[in-house]
Each structure stands twice: as structure tokens, then as C-alpha cells.
């Protein structure tokens, strides 16, 4: 399938908003565009979510999460991104690789899978590349308090110590900001409708031309 439409990548630390501001940008697409989210996005990539945010796997390590979250996100491409690009249509993905680069790699210091990462990137991604990734930009403990302060259960993830979440966050910046093109930062600290509002100009101003 070639790829027609254009996919947007909105990833942040936890807390960020990156789950309602991706829906918003959605509706402000209308018809012609989708949501979906990483890990998940396709009816077996949910399953594995199920598994890698269960407390069950709050003792995997950082080379099992890694498998994990690929083998999700190749089935994610093929099921859900590629065909909704292939009919022309903006993709609008809640995180993606940016997420497994800083969680994964940074964050629990697993430097040795650097290059497997890029290596996998190319082959799984292939032509599926992102046209832009935006960074939803939040001191770390500003985004666990809003994390603790929403509905539903925190994951083993949101329950990790705060010096895991900053060197996150400095993932996501060193990925978004440094290893790929497109990428966008947005103040997420703002109030939410500002944050919308600034991620759909950006949108507009430097993506969907």
C-alpha cells in the first residue's frame, strides 16, 4: 500500500494530555482523519497492551518491555496506520517509537539496545515513517500530579519514581528534538484549550500545507 496521507505522532511524559489532545486535533480534522494510540492501535497490539501495563509486568525488564512494545506497534502499521494512510486520510497516533526510545532506552538505561532500535525502526516502519512528531512538553512533576488527579488506575509506569519520569522526559526531547525530522514542541503547562489551540496551529503552519 502507498503511503498518501499524513501521519502525526503526539507523544509527552505522563500527564501531558497527549490521549485528549490527539482526540481533539481529530475532530478538528473531521472526517478525514483517525485516532489511534501505542502501545495498542489494533486488536492484537490492545491485547499486548493489556499484558505490558498490567502490574504483572511492573518486573519485566527493559529488553522484554522493548519486544513487546515493537511486536505491538508492527501489527499496529499493518492493521490500522498503513490502510488509513493508503486511503489519504491524517493519522493522529497517541504516542509511537518516540515513547519506546525515551521509556525503554533513557529512562531505564538500556544504551546496548540503540542501534537494534534503529535497525527495527527501519524495517517494521519501512514507508510508514511519521511526517511529524510533537512533544507535549511538561516538567515531570507537574504531569505525575495531574496523572494521580485523572480517572482510572495508574499504570506501573505513573508509579515510578520521579527521577524515572525526568530522565523521560529528557528521552522524549533528546527523540523528538534531535534524531528525527518534524519535530514540534508544544508548552503543555498551559491551560488545555491553549494546548489545542497551539498544537493545531503547528499542525497547520508546519505540516498540513
Known amino acids: 500500500m502507498a503511503k498518501k496521507g499524513t501521519f502525526i505522532v503526539i507523544d509527552g511524559g505522563e500527564g501531558s494530555g497527549t490521549t485528549t489532545v490527539s482526540k481533539e486535533i481529530v475532530k478538528q480534522f473531521g472526517w478525514g482523519a483517525i485516532y489511534t494510540r501505542e502501545p495498542g492501535g ?3 497490539a490492545e491485547k ?3 499484558l505490558v ?6 518486573t519485566s525488564d527493559a529488553e ?3 519486544a513487546l512494545f515493537w511486536a505491538a506497534r508492527r501489527d499496529h502499521i499493518k492493521k490500522t496506520v498503513a490502510p488509513a494512510l493508503a486511503e489519504g486520510k491524517v493519522v493522529i497516533c497517541d504516542r509511537f517509537d518516540s515513547s519506546t526510545y525515551a521509556y525503554q532506552l533513557i529512562a531505564q538505561e538500556q544504551i546496548q539496545l540503540v542501534e537494534l532500535f534503529w535497525k527495527i525502526r527501519e524495517h517494521f516502519l519501512g514507508d510508514y515513517v511519521p511526517n511529524a512528531y510533537i512533544l507535549l512538553d511538561v ?5 505525575i500530579a495531574r496523572a494521580k488527579g485523572r480517572a482510572g488506575e495508574l499504570n506501573h509506569f505513573d508509579k515510578r519514581k ?3 519520569h525526568e530522565k523521560v522526559n529528557g528521552g522524549l526531547k533528546e527523540f523528538i528534538m534531535t534524531k528525527v525530522d518534524g519535530g514540534i514542541v508544544i508548552d503543555a503547562e498551559q491551560p488545555l484549550d491553549k494546548v489545542v489551540l497551539d498544537t493545531w496551529n503547528a499542525v497547520q503552519d508546519n505540516i498540513i500545507k
Open 53 to 58: 501495563l498490567s502490574d504483572d509486568a511492573k
Open 48 to 50: 499486548i497492551r493489556e
Open 162 to 164: 520521579i527521577n524515572f
Open 42 to 44: 489494533s486488536l492484537y
Open 139 to 143: 516538567a515531570p512533576k507537574v504531569g
Open 64 to 66: 522484554t518491555q522493548f
